[in-house]
Antibody, heavy 123, light 111 residues
Framework: QVQLQESGPGLVKPSQTLSLTCTVS??????????WNWIRQPPGRGLEWVGF???????YYHPSLKSRIAISADTSKNQFSLNLRSVTAADTAVYYC???????????????WGQGTLVNVST | QSALTQPPSASGSRGQSVTISCTGTSGDVGGYHYVSWYQHHPGKGPKLIIF???KRPSGVPDRFSGSKSGNTASLTVSGLQAEDEAHYFC???????????FGGGTKLTVL
C-alpha cells in the first residue's frame, strides 16, 4: 500500500525558506514510472500544482514559482523535498505531496496523495 | 481564481444523482483526454476517482462516472450515499503548457 506523508515546520517567517519533506512508503521513488509532486492549496482557494521530480532527478516547476523553488530527492531515505525561497503570506497553504504516473496516455493522474500539511507564513 | 471552473456547491438526496461540472479551455480540458476527478474528505489526502475523463481506478464504485463535452468535463455520482459527502475537484493536464490545472472544488452535500 503506497503512502505519502508530508513533514516540516508549520510556521515560516516572511522572506525565509519553506522546507518540506515527503516520505514515501510502499513504493520506491527510484521507479521509473512516476513523477513525485508537490501541490498546494491556499486558504479558501483551489489547488495549485507546484512541481515534480522524477526517478532520475529531473525536475519541472510551475512557471510562476520557477525562480524560487527547488525539489530534490534522497533515494536512500525514499524521500523527496521542497524548498521555496523568499516566502510571503501568499505562500501560506496546505502543501500536499502526490504521486503521478508518467504515462502520458493516462493524462498523469495523481493516484496517491499525502494528507497535507499547513504552512503559515507569518511573523 | 482557479484555472478550471467548478460550482462551489452541489447537493442531492440519498439515492439520487448529482452532476458536477468542470470548465476549462481548448488548451486543457477541451483539447486533451486528461481530466481527472478527486474526492477529498477533510483531514485526509485526496482520492483519485476518475482519470482520463471517464476511467475508474480499481476499487472505485461504478456509481462514479465521468464525461466530457467540449471544454466542460462532468462528474456524476449516482445512488448518493452519506459517505459521498465530501469536496470534489477536477484536474486537467495541460499538454500545451506542460503543467497541471485544478478546479476550485465543489462541496457535495448529501441531504
Amino acid at each position: 500500500q503506497v503512502q505519502l506523508q508530508e513533514s516540516g515546520p508549520g510556521l515560516v517567517k516572511p522572506s525565509q525558506t519553506l522546507s518540506l519533506t515527503c516520505t514515501v512508503s510502499g513504493d520506491s521513488i527510484n521507479r521509473g514510472e512516476y513523477y513525485w509532486n508537490w501541490i498546494r492549496q491556499p486558504p479558501g482557494r483551489g489547488l495549485e500544482w507546484v512541481g515534480f521530480i522524477d526517478y532520475s532527478g529531473n525536475t519541472y516547476y510551475h512557471p510562476s514559482l520557477k525562480s524560487r523553488i527547488a525539489i530534490s530527492a534522497d533515494t536512500s531515505k525514499n524521500q523527496f523535498s521542497l524548498n521555496l525561497r523568499s516566502v510571503t503570506a501568499a505562500d501560506t497553504a496546505v502543501y500536499y505531496c502526490a504521486r503521478a504516473t508518467n504515462d502520458v496516455s493516462s493524462g498523469h493522474p495523481f493516484d496517491h496523495w499525502g494528507q497535507g500539511t499547513l504552512v503559515n507564513v507569518s511573523t | 481564481q482557479s484555472a478550471l471552473t467548478q460550482p462551489p456547491s452541489a447537493s442531492g438526496s440519498r439515492g439520487q444523482s448529482v452532476t458536477i461540472s468542470c470548465t476549462g479551455t481548448s488548451g486543457d480540458v477541451g483539447g486533451y483526454h486528461y481530466v481527472s476527478w478527486y474526492q477529498h474528505h477533510p483531514g485526509k489526502g485526496p482520492k483519485l476517482i476518475i482519470f482520463q475523463v471517464s476511467k475508474r481506478p480499481s476499487g472505485v464504485p461504478d456509481r462514479f462516472s465521468g464525461s466530457k463535452s467540449g471544454n466542460t468535463a462532468s462528474l456524476t455520482v449516482s445512488g448518493l450515499q452519506a459517505e459521498d459527502e465530501a469536496h470534489y475537484f477536477c484536474s486537467s493536464y495541460s499538454g500545451s503548457n506542460n503543467l497541471w490545472l485544478f478546479g476550485g472544488g465543489t462541496k457535495l452535500t448529501v441531504l
